[in-house]
């Protein structure tokens, strides 16, 4: 479709039209943004004014309580009641006004909890002064509860503020960038729309153009007309005719040219006016960057304003109170400085002190003593000069390591004396900070002296090294030795029997085949052979018994001692058939220990009670039992022949007999099997008694 | 039962304890039941009819086993017996001087019919040697042997 000049006018006219309009547009967002940046750096400072504000009003309660507790002037107070009633309004209203954040609101809620007690500190304080006097109200004050409070005041307030302002810094770079990108767009927009005017311009110089060729043809018209009226005069009436139609072709001819002159001018204003909205576009520009600049710079002062006014409120305020202070604090260091130095230098432990560059700057007695040299002749000298030649680094390292942590661990170092020997000290160690609280401007440490006792672990060590391979020797020998006892036992069992037997066998065969070649005599020695070699049996066997108590593992079980008691009693029904015996046997606890073994331990005491009191009327035999500490003791009393006391060391032994055998047949091995059995058992026995006034068999085994 | 098996194998070194064993078995008529190996190989000899055994038939109705002997001990000849199919029913009787328990445990875990320790009383051992020989020699069924 083809589009005629005049309609393509048009379309340019507007589109032209439609960017300037868009132009127009931008330039109202972006300062539409602009006013939204101030709007949010002036809820800023409201923010930052009223939280401070907020803290101003909690130092004047401080101040104004502290006031009062050194002067006792209820003028003082007055600044305290304002503040009171006006804090928690003033808090109300930071809450309101953070009221879309909430991370805000918790701080806001943690400030009006610690203002509230701030306040009741300070009342409390006001109250004390007022009723317990001066002296109480300062103890009360050193409590620091209340410089607490004030601390995390300042803290929340702080945070508040720091949070609102990185909170206006982000929002404020978001503002910028749409600024700079309207900015961008406005300036694409611009370029197209003077694009399309000069398309415009060039539309129309084409149409001019045009428009004199038309004019070229008409002057020809002429001539020939003119031509016409000379050849023709009867074509007169058609030329005036011609001339008429011609007159007209040059009046519309003029009313287009005179229509085209009028399109120029009005081209012209267009282009002016396009020229104009340019200038005043590129003004506006340059105007909304210096715009932006300057409110930058009101947000900077404005934020270093509230910091410095911040500051210079608790300077003042600090000033004021550190002033009143000061006095006693001057008078009491003083004091405390003396103090500290007598202290120091009567203090048994060695203390030193140094600074950041390791050079002694205190040194007391104890450290003078333990070096032999004086502290004007070490002061500012370096620590190197205490350590042994082949530590100093080693030693240095360890302090140095001091001094990056707070506080470390003892660590232990050696000092040399100036006379060349070495003492070993435990050097406790602290840093003193510089006031706030980042750089250590001295440390001091404290030493103890441990040389004594490390000379004497080192003794023990090697004694402890010795005593292990001992140990181990020891071992090996008792191992072998239990070897070579059982080689030893098994082969008496075998072999010290046989030739026994074969004695009693042959005397045997002697008496049944040539007993008729014997006469009485013959035949009694006869007797007594085989009873010496059956006795021998007897002994060997007791013999294999014991060792073998003191091989075989224990296999420990839980015994109920007054059921095992029962039935050895029981076992005995027999021998005591046809006696006068009374058995009282108590509650029995329960133990642990090796069922095979106890049970021998009771049978063998049992036994013995009832055989020492074979030749009295009537036995009486008492079993009991108590509880001591660690350990059960169980006793089996009897009142039978008993035995001298000079002699009981010799009760337990092996084959050992107080009586004659033919008072009281045995071999002497039953207690020395019990004394074994209760020795690995862990226990122990005793008796006591007298002659003939019964004797009394007391054992123990450990309580479980 | 064949009158020519022997039916009584003692295995003892000590030929002292062999006489009073027969002495013992002569009571009880049973003497010439008797037959004597002097330690354990002899007594494998005659399980297998070797050596000085070689004209010997048949197996004994019970084997009065010493432990302590030279070469092969009475616990290896046991072990030995209750491994071979041929041997294994054949009652074994521990007769030993040895109290010891582990002898004794090991004795009836290798499946010993009975341990006896030899008495020092003699008496006593010619009672047991006595009631032994009689139970196990005459009062006893023997389990069936293939020959």
């Given amino acids: 479709m083809k589009i005629s000049i005049r309609q393509k006018l048009v379309l340019l006219s507007i589109i032209i039209l439609a960017g300037n309009g868009i132009i127009g547009y931008s330039v109202y967002k972006s300062n539409q943004t602009l006013r939204n940046s101030e709007k949010l750096v002036q809820h800023t400072e409201q923010v930052i004014s009223l939280s401070s504000r907020i803290l101003s009003l909690s130092m004047d309660i401080e101040t104004s309580s502290r006031g009062y507790v050194i002067s006792a002037d209820s003028a003082f107070l007055e600044p305290m009641i304002l503040a009171k009633n006006t804090v928690f309004t003033s808090i109300r209203k930071l809450r309101n006004l953070t009221k879309d954040n909430p991370n805000q609101q918790i701080r806001i809620d943690s400030l009006a909890i610690y203002m509230a007690k701030r306040l009741e500190f300070s009342v409390q304080t006001v109250n004390t002064r007022t009723n317990q006097g001066l002296a109480s109200a300062i103890a009360y004050i050193s409590t620091q509860e209340g410089k607490r409070y004030s601390d995390q005041l300042r803290k929340i307030t702080y945070s508040i503020q720091g949070k609102e302002k990185a909170l206006l810094k982000q929002r404020k770079l978001t503002n910028e960038k749409s600024v700079i990108s309207f900015n961008r767009f406005f300036i694409v927009m611009f370029v197209l729309t003077m694009l399309m005017t000069f398309l415009l311009l060039i539309a129309f110089g084409s149409i001019l153009q045009k428009n004199k060729e038309k004019e070229k043809r008409a002057e020809e018209l002429v001539v020939a007309n003119s031509e016409l009226i000379f050849q023709n005069n009867e ?142 002749e070490v002061i500012g000298k370096s620590l190197k000069i205490l350590f042994p030649a082949n530590e100093i680094e080693s030693s240095m390292e360890l302090i140095r390591e001091t001094l990056d942590g707070e506080r470390m661990e003892i660590v232990e170092i050696k000092i040399i004396h100036k006379d060349g020997f070495e003492r070993i000290l435990l050097l406790n160690s602290a840093n003193i900070m510089s006031p706030d609280g980042k750089t250590p401007i001295a440390t001091i440490a404290q030493g103890n002296d441990i040389t004594e006792r490390k000379v004497a672990e080192l003794e023990i060590k090697k004694l402890n090294e010795t005593l292990e391979q001992k140990v181990i020797v020891r071992t090996k020998q008792l191992e072998d030795a239990n070897k070579e006892l059982e080689a030893f036992s098994y082969s008496i069992s075998h072999d010290l029997r046989a030739p026994l037997r074969h004695i009693g066998g042959f005397i045997d065969l002697l008496t049944k085949n040539n007993s008729a070649q014997l006469d009485e005599t013959g035949l009694r020695y006869l007797k007594i052979i085989t009873d010496s070699s059956i006795e021998m049996g007897n002994l060997i066997d007791a013999l294999l018994t014991f060792s073998r108590l003191s091989r075989t593992e224990l296999q420990r079980t839980t015994i109920n001692s007054k059921n095992m008691v029962k039935r050895v009693i029981d076992s005995f029904s027999d021998e005591t058939a046809g006696r006068n015996v009374e058995i009282n046997v108590s509650d ?44 059960i003791v169980f006793y089996v009393k009897d009142n039978g022949a008993g035995f001298d006391m000079k002699y009981a060391d010799k009760l337990f032994g092996v084959f050992q007999r107080l009586h004659k055998a033919r008072d009281f047949e045995g071999i002497g091995i039953g207690l020395a099997n019990v004394s074994r059995i209760l020795m690995r058992h862990g226990g122990e026995c005793w008796a006591e008694s007298e002659v003939d006034k019964g004797a009394t068999f007391f054992f123990s085994v450990p309580n479980i | 039962m064949n009158a020519e098996v022997k039916r009584i194998l003692i295995v003892d070194d000590s030929p002292k304890d062999v006489e009073l064993t027969i002495a013992a078995l002569r009571e009880k008529n049973l003497a010439n039941e008797v037959v004597v190996a002097e330690d354990g190989e002899e007594a494998l000899d005659y399980l297998y009819k070797r050596g000085k055994f070689v004209d010997e038939k048949g197996y004994p109705a019970v084997i009065l086993l010493d432990i302590k002997m030279p070469k092969m001990n009475g616990i290896e000849v046991l072990k030995y017996i209750r491994s071979t199919p041929k041997f294994k029913l054949i009652p074994v009787i521990m007769v030993t001087s040895s109290r010891e328990e582990k002898d004794l445990v090991e004795s009836y875990k290798l499946g010993a019919n009975s341990y006896v320790v030899k008495p020092v009383d003699v008496v006593q051992f010619i009672d047991a040697i006595k009631s032994l020989g009689q139970y196990w020699a005459v009062i006893n069924q023997a389990p069936p042997v293939n020959i």
Avoid: H
């Fill in chain 1, 235 to 376: 074509k007169e009436k058609r030329a005036s005719e011609l001339v008429i139609a011609n007159t007209e072709l040059v009046f519309q001819s003029d009313e287009k040219e005179k229509r085209a002159a009028e399109l120029v001018i009005a081209n012209q204003e267009l282009l002016f006016q396009n020229n104009e909205k340019g200038k005043r576009a590129a003004e506006l520009v340059i105007a909304n960057q210096e715009l932006l600049f300057q409110n930058k710079e009101k947000e900077k002062r404005a934020a270093e304003l509230v910091i410095a006014n911040t500051e210079l409120v608790f300077q003042s305020k600090e000033k004021e109170r550190r002033a009143s202070e000061l006095i006693i604090l001057n008078e009491e260091r003083r004091e405390t400085n003396e103090y500290l130095e007598n202290l120091l230098d009567c203090a048994n432990a060695p203390i030193i002190v140094w600074n950041p560059q390791y050079e002694i700057t205190r040194f007391n007695r104890a450290f003078e003593a333990l070096t032999g040299r004086t502290e004007k």
């Fill in chain 1, 588 to 631: 029995l606890p329960i133990v642990l220990g090796d069922e095979t073994l106890m049970n021998q331990v009771w049978f063998n005491l049992i036994s013995n009670a009832l055989k020492y009191t074979q030749k009295k009327e009537k036995a009486m035999i008492e079993i009991g039992s108590r509880t001591e500490n660690d350990k």
